[in-house]
């Protein structure tokens, strides 16, 4: 099963509140609009937007949340906003488009993985918001900012959306067992399975117990300084700001260095084709 169709069906099984219609979709629009309020105030993001017309690649966008939160702040302000919404799940695109639509957002939207994004030209501001880091492993997580960096412009702004894991999971305690879903009728739970010592990911099984549906799914869990190091070997300087939330935290990089292209990161390393230590 690809990424894609684990997505799908991690999303299915678990309450990821992605559904911007939904009670709970509606509380995560109204915070990000909170949220990205502030991060407006920052001096790198004025800067990226004082033009009449800015220019938005929301990568990992599903149903837009992010992104159309941030182009209607935008707008607000007098703004003429492009807004291109990436997603690899198929079954999110469209929504987002409606969603943009609703919210009255001219957008984009397309079907394409995030690390093949930086092909759709160069923006003013990059965002991957929704802590999407996740799902993409350490090697992908590299090719995943090169992408990014590649995407802006030379005085542009990537954002990066995350939680601090590596505080949340010293700080709270590894559960064997999460509630997903507390809905009596999708209940759904996860658990750790398995860890990916090259790919440095957990194995976790999704599971909706009325059916027993399940999907196992990769999951990579970091510290927020290690996303902002790594961005910084990609941009020329990087900031952190606070998100209003527990553990939530904005990685702010601008001026893309453009020593290492995504096209150099195509190719996988030995440890990956080989998918284990060597040994003799």
């Not at 309020?37 to 004025?46: C, G, I, K, R």
């Not at 997603?87 to 695109?93: A, G, P, S, Y």
């Not at 092909?119 to 996740?134: C, S």
Request: hydrophobic residues 45%.
């Amino acid at each position: 099963m690809g990424l894609r169709e684990l997505l799908e069906k991690g999303y299915e099984i678990a309450s990821w509140k992605d559904d911007p219609w939904s009670p709970e979709g509606q509380e995560r629009y109204r915070a990000a609009l909170r949220k990205l309020a502030t991060l407006l105030e920052h001096p790198w993001m004025a800067e990226a937007t004082s033009e009449s017309m800015v220019s938005v690649l929301d990568l990992g966008a599903g149903r837009g949340i992010g992104g159309v939160a941030l182009a209607r702040l935008l707008k607000e302000q007098g703004v003429n906003v492009r807004l291109v919404m990436v997603d690899l799940r198929e079954c999110v695109v469209s929504d987002g488009l409606r969603f943009a639509r609703e919210e009255g957002v001219e957008a984009e939207a397309y079907q394409m993985d995030a690390l093949e994004a930086y092909r759709l030209g160069r923006f003013d501001v990059v965002l991957m918001y929704g802590a999407m880091f996740p799902h993409f492993d350490s090697w992908n997580m590299c090719r995943l900012l090169a992408s990014a960096a590649e995407a802006m412009k030379d005085e542009g702004v990537v954002v990066v959306e995350e939680l601090d894991r590596v505080d949340m999971i010293f700080r709270t305690g590894f559960r064997e067992v999460i509630l997903e879903n507390p809905n009596p009728e999708e209940l759904s739970i996860s658990v750790h399975v398995g860890y990916d010592v090259v790919r440095g990911a957990y194995k976790r099984c999704f599971m909706r117990l009325r059916d027993l549906e399940h999907v196992e799914m990769p999951l990579s869990f970091r510290s927020v300084s290690a996303i902002a190091a790594t961005l910084w070997l990609f941009t020329e300087d990087v900031d952190l700001i606070l998100a209003g939330e527990r553990w939530a935290y904005f990685i702010l990089g601008r001026r893309p260095r453009r020593l290492i292209r995504p096209e150099r990161l195509a190719g996988d390393p030995a440890v990956l084709e080989r998918g284990r230590p060597w040994t003799k």
